[in-house]
């Protein structure tokens, strides 16, 4: 089975993030720098000023590595999304990023991820402890998002988890409800968008068997569903499964992750795999109506998991991230 694993690394100016215990918040020199950034003017997306990315360029630079930091501005000059963590109130950091974004005229990219029983005791275990505790934590997302320009993709995994057998019976009623109700609340800020999460091409083979559990998520309320995140299938493939899926729900938009697809996924590995490389880049310009956008969800250099030498999921894995960008074609 393909498997997807869902991580969240530390923002030392943003705040805390998954398996993180350091905070700090954006100032006004951070503002005004992600201000000056070279990013394409056309660009609707913030891009984070104080990445692990852009932290390890400059340490970098301190060493002389000149040529590695040069390689790793692929990843630290283009907007990846924040996953703030499930165990703290992740109000400190929505309104640092949104407080930076809306400073720009950007759209802040977030992911909620903190479901009960999340990712099936795997490499990302966790969330919530019960579905109250979800309810007051989504609640919080939410309001710290305010009026600002947003967009969250919602709960990686967890519909396709009820779909694959992986979440038992006895939850799956309890996390469609769940996932009505955060879209409800979430849609409540006027400067959202959300898309509902449908798992990627190679793990529910058949798209159909998704539009039902999907519907009954409120699927039907989301601006859309996002797929691929955190895994490395291509554009292409994704693209085609996307638009099966979009027409078996009505027309529904999507958005795709492709963050590491540049070289598409590695046989029979989804933990860390070698010789991945960076993907589309963030960009609405897809070419297909009911394609939203390309993003960066996933952040890439954060590692899956203890695999291939990797550290703890969600966490800053620096040579993974140069190979990332080295291997790429941008």
């Known amino acids: 089975m393909s498997r997807l694993i ?16 350091s905070a700090s918040r954006v100032d006004e020199a951070s503002v005004a720098g992600a201000a000056s950034r070279k990013a394409s003017a056309a660009q609707p997306f913030w891009v984070d000023p104080a990445s692990s990315a852009a932290q390890q360029i400059q ?9 590695d930091a040069d390689l790793l501005k692929r990843i ?36 909620a991820y903190n479901i009960p029983h999340r990712d099936c005791g795997q490499h990302s275990a966790g969330g919530a ?16 998002l305010g009026d600002a320009k947003a967009l969250v993709v919602l709960e990686p995994d967890a519909v396709a988890h009820i779909v694959d057998g992986c979440t038992p019976a006895e939850n799956a009623t309890e996390r469609e409800q769940l996932l009505g109700e955060a879209i409800t609340r979430l849609k409540q800020q006027p400067g ?20 039902e559990p999907l519907k009954r998520s409120g699927i039907a ?3 859309g569903f996002s797929l691929n995140v955190s895994n490395f299938q291509t554009d292409a493939a994704t693209r085609k499964y996307g638009l099966q899926l979009s027409g078996d729900l009505g027309g529904k938009h999507f958005v795709v992750d492709s963050s590491r697809n540049g070289n598409g996924p590695l046989p029979g590995a989804w933990c860390n795999p070698p010789g991945r490389a960076l993907g589309t880049r963030p960009t609405t310009d897809t070419g297909e109506p009911a394609l939203d956008a390309y993003l960066w969800i996933k952040r890439p250099g954060e590692s899956d998991g203890t695999c291939e030498g990797g550290p703890d999921a969600g966490q800053w894995w620096p040579e993974y991230a140069l190979g990332l960008a080295g291997n790429s074609r941008g």
């Open 59 to 67: 340490m970098w630079r301190r060493e002389g590595r000149t040529q």
């Open 221 to 223: 309320d989301a601006d």
């Open 76 to 111: 630290a000059d283009e907007p990846v999304a924040l996953w703030p963590a499930g165990e703290i109130d992740p109000a400190p950091v929505i309104k640092a990023a949104t407080a930076s974004a809306s400073h720009e005229g950007r759209t802040a990219l977030f992911v």
């Open 6 to 21: 869902h991580t969240v690394a530390a923002l030392t100016v943003l705040g805390l993030a998954a398996g993180c215990s």
């Open 129 to 144: 402890g019960d579905a109250d505790a979800y309810r007051a934590w989504i609640g919080k997302f939410a309001e710290a």
């Open 192 to 211: 959202t968008k959300v898309y509902l999460d449908a798992g990627n091409p190679s793990w529910i083979r058949e798209p159909w068997k998704l539009v």
